[in-house]
């Protein structure tokens, strides 16, 4: 079955570029036409980063638009975030998934702190 | 942007009893509404799809239902591996919305 892993720095600095690249195995990235990103603060909810289709383009969270980009690279069968100008608020776990109207699966996530 | 509000924000329950968490949007999002189990530091598991859609491999005592506006996952004679936080997230419109999550604690 198809499987997600997050990679990427954990620690970033402040006005830095977060960059994650979310590795696809057990099938391919075209198998499904959708695929998001999502981030879960410690200890708190969960928020919606954004989609990419397979064709078309993607969609962001109006909270973070201007500084997001979500891009696949099917070649590498896999997907990849960047958030720029980043803060202490975009410390939080970060999470690849497949959309099938419900998100599913979900990479194990990946920790990054935004600090000095 | 679609407000998710859950009900009850935490409960304590004990083994076999039913469990009814509750979801409410601030407007209609048809069936697009999706119910996550998310166990201490794990990823959330999908559990229910549009609304009614039990999810492969999720056990039975796991429902869903509801449309438009109000949404209720309940959980049939609880067990104590279904200690977790609850979430609710519409894909009806973007930006997508997750609730705010309800802790079940097993007693």
């Known amino acids: 079955q198809v499987q997600l892993q997050e990679s990427g720095p ?107 | 942007e679609i407000v998710l509000t859950q009900s009850p924000d935490f409960q304590s329950v004990t083994p076999k009893e039913k469990v009814t968490i509750t979801c409410r949007a601030s407007q209609s999002i048809g069936s697009s509404l999706h119910w996550y189990q998310q166990k201490p530091d794990q990823s959330p598991k999908l559990l229910i799809k549009y609304a009614s859609q039990s999810f492969s491999g999720v056990p039975s005592r796991f429902s869903g239902s509801g449309s438009g506006t109000d949404f209720t996952l309940t959980i049939n004679s609880l067990e104590a591996e279904d200690a977790a936080t609850y979430y609710c997230h519409q894909s009806n419109s973007l930006p997508h919305t997750f609730g705010q999550g309800t802790k079940l604690e097993i007693k």
């Not at chain 1, 402040?14 to 195995?25: E, F, H, Q, Y």
């Open chain 1, 10 to 116: 954990r620690l970033v600095k402040p006005s830095g570029t977060l960059s994650l690249t979310c590795a696809v195995s057990g099938g391919s990235i075209s198998s499904s036409n959708w695929w998001s990103w999502v981030r879960q603060p410690p200890g708190k909810g969960v928020e919606w980063i954004g989609e990419i289709p397979q064709t078309g383009s993607p969609n962001y969270n109006p909270s973070l638009k201007s500084r997001v980009t979500i891009s696949v690279d099917k070649s590498k069968n896999q997907l990849s975030l960047k958030v720029t100008s980043v803060t202490a608020a975009d410390t939080a776990m970060y999470y690849c998934v497949r959309d099938l109207g419900g998100y599913d699966p979900w990479g194990q996530g990946t920790l990054v702190t935004v600090s000095s």
